[in-house]
């Protein structure tokens, strides 16, 4: 039986299907453990969480899109004060988000922000989890929204706080250089975000504003032109249900102008699209 457990933000679960949604139709069971949002210390924890709980093996595919290391993860399984979401991980994308500000205030990042630090601990995330997957000798890829080395600066919505993080030497710092490694692993994906901006007249746009998150169709080329052909299968076809995914998407898109009202209407709409969320 083929399993497939994808992990990662909102380009990994958002209100339409993404590339992950579109991959599980191919397998026999499929799970989306994506977060809208998260960062990278909750990415791994939630891998090592599924990894424990399903007893991931060499006959599994696990597929990680790492994002942005200016995001704070932190859980309760208590109900947060003050925060809404339905999500025991409680995040909502970068600590300098003008919707962040009432949490991260000024004081916060004075007493608890460094942006090296914050770096350091994604890193370590990608070499945990890099070490665990291979220990647990799945098939297994990551990715990441854009490319992790410029910080977000290639960002097509920058998440930087400012106007260059200044860390453009980050590689030559001594503290950072044994990194280096964890990208040269032959599991590595050009990431999606870069890949798909390259289309940008193919993103999705709500009355004034262009979404960045690959839209379906953009979800499908780089599934099948980058993830597909690097784990040896097939990428001549579309399967008849990514097919059916797709055309109801645009045909939703072409009579809805409305982020909201689209991914209501979607997810009513299009069979065996599950956005349950996983794990605790």
């Given at each position: ?22 991959f599980g139709l191919e397998f026999d ?252």
């Open positions: 039986m083929s399993r497939l457990y994808t992990f990662g933000c909102s380009f990994t679960s958002y209100a339409w299907p993404t590339w992950a949604d579109f069971e499929f799970e989306n453990w994506g977060i809208p949002g998260i960062g990278n210390v909750a990415i791994a924890n939630r891998v090592a969480e599924c990894c424990l709980k399903n007893n991931i093996n060499e006959n599994d595919t696990v597929v990680v899109q790492w994002s942005s290391h200016l995001r704070n993860d932190y859980h309760l399984f208590r109900p947060p004060l003050n925060r809404d979401t339905d999500f025991n991980w409680k995040t909502k994308g970068s600590i300098f988000s003008y919707t962040n500000k009432s949490l991260y205030d000024k004081k916060w990042v004075e007493n608890f922000f460094d942006e090296e630090s914050y770096i350091m601990l994604s890193l370590n995330a990608m070499y945990s989890i890099i070490n665990l997957l291979e220990n647990k000798k799945c098939k297994w890829r990551m990715t990441t929204i854009s490319d992790f080395s410029k910080l977000g600066n290639d960002y097509i919505n920058s998440e930087n706080f400012g106007e260059d993080s200044n860390l453009s030497n980050l590689w030559n710092k001594e503290i950072f250089s044994p990194y280096k490694k964890i990208f040269n692993h032959k599991n590595w994906l050009e990431p999606i975000g870069t890949y798909c901006w390259k289309q940008k007249e193919l993103l999705y746009k709500w009355k004034e504003w262009q979404d960045p998150h690959p839209s379906p169709g953009l979800c499908i080329d780089w599934l099948y032109n980058i993830l597909k052909p690097s784990l040896n299968l097939d990428n001549t076809k579309l399967k008849p249900e990514q097919t059916k995914w797709y055309y109801k998407c645009q045909e939703i898109k072409d009579n809805v102008d409305n982020l909201q009202m689209y991914g209501d209407i979607l997810y009513k709409e299009l069979e065996n699209f599950d956005k349950t969320y996983r794990g605790y």
